[in-house]
């Protein structure tokens, strides 16, 4: 669909033709009325130029299909000539939705040169700010004629969609699993390297010259080695927050968006470990991706996480009902919230009474507005009361809080 945009030339035209015009019939000058007419069929001439000068023009994007927020990409702009002539005065425009943004060094739109046989190809870089799924419509390609009088617009090419993961955070000195380790031993999948002495034994082919007890060895005459207590590592559940209360902040700085990184970098986090991880989120259509310790399932993972939103009617006191509902039996379980309902701490409570390990980390509001610090010290501490390991996040220091519960 072509449209038409007028300049302030267009206007000047006008009025010059109006007055040569009536100083031609004033004074009865024919050249004048010439003129005049000149004048008023120019905006009709220059507005057919410019709509001829998209005649068969095609123009088409290419986006890689996934980003990452902070990543600078290449996106490439083709601009095609089918017709037998060729083509000069156009220009693409991208009109790139909030959320991506293009480089003010190489910016989104350019001036097309005359097109002849080979395609028009213009590069900019790209900068996702936010997570989420991006719909980027068709390329806008501007045609102007040569007295810049008017110009004529068509969206060329297919519509593009992209979608951005969330951040992922490189965690190394997290305390989630040992800090909810109560004293036994699990059934599930054990460390081989342990750090707490058990025993000493006989050496056996294929064991490690490091746990050779050299005391022992010299005082019995024959090789000893020594038996670590095996740490296991439980699986982990981590459920999400997804309520509207559960967000405090701006569009892209705000609770939510820093539950997301959390969830996302404690995910990537178990599953470089090969440590079974599962994700719910309670909602209308409550979200689950069963425990997993594939390292190619993280990116089933942080699609569902691209595109969640804190919109959920649904309370997160409710949404912890849900997963006590589906969590299996001896996993761990991490909430993440940064919402204050005081009927939380009831169900966690609740929860801990089927689940004999529970993390919760908390992402505090008063980080991002300060209408909720008065009531974050008695929250935290009823989340304490419950027996529940508290973590307390805030904004750029997400490592850090999970280093060390309160």
Known sequence: MMASARYPRVTVLVFGFMFIYIVAALFHLPALFYMAAALAVAPVVSYGVARAGLHRVRAERRIPPRLWPGESVEVEVRVYNQALLPKCLLRVDERLPAGLEGDKAE?????????????????????????????LPPVRVTAVDALDLTRAVVPSGPADETLVYPQVIPLKDVTIHQATRRGRRRRQRSLTDGTDFRSTREYVPGDDLRRVHWPSTARRGEPIVVEFEEHAVGDLLVVLDTSAAGRTGGAIDNTFETAVTLAASVIAHELERSHAVGLFMDGPLPAYLPLTRERSDLLAFLELLATVEADGARPFMAGIGAAEAVVPPGTEVLLVSGSLDPAIPFAVSGLLAGVQDVSYAFVDPSAYASNGAAAVGPFVDRLQGTGAVVYRIRPGQIERGLREPL
């Open 107 to 135: 910016p989104p739109g350019c001036v097309v040169p005359m097109l002849w046989g080979e395609p028009f190809v213009h590069v900019y870089r790209l900068v996702p700010r936010k997570r989420g799924r991006y719909a």
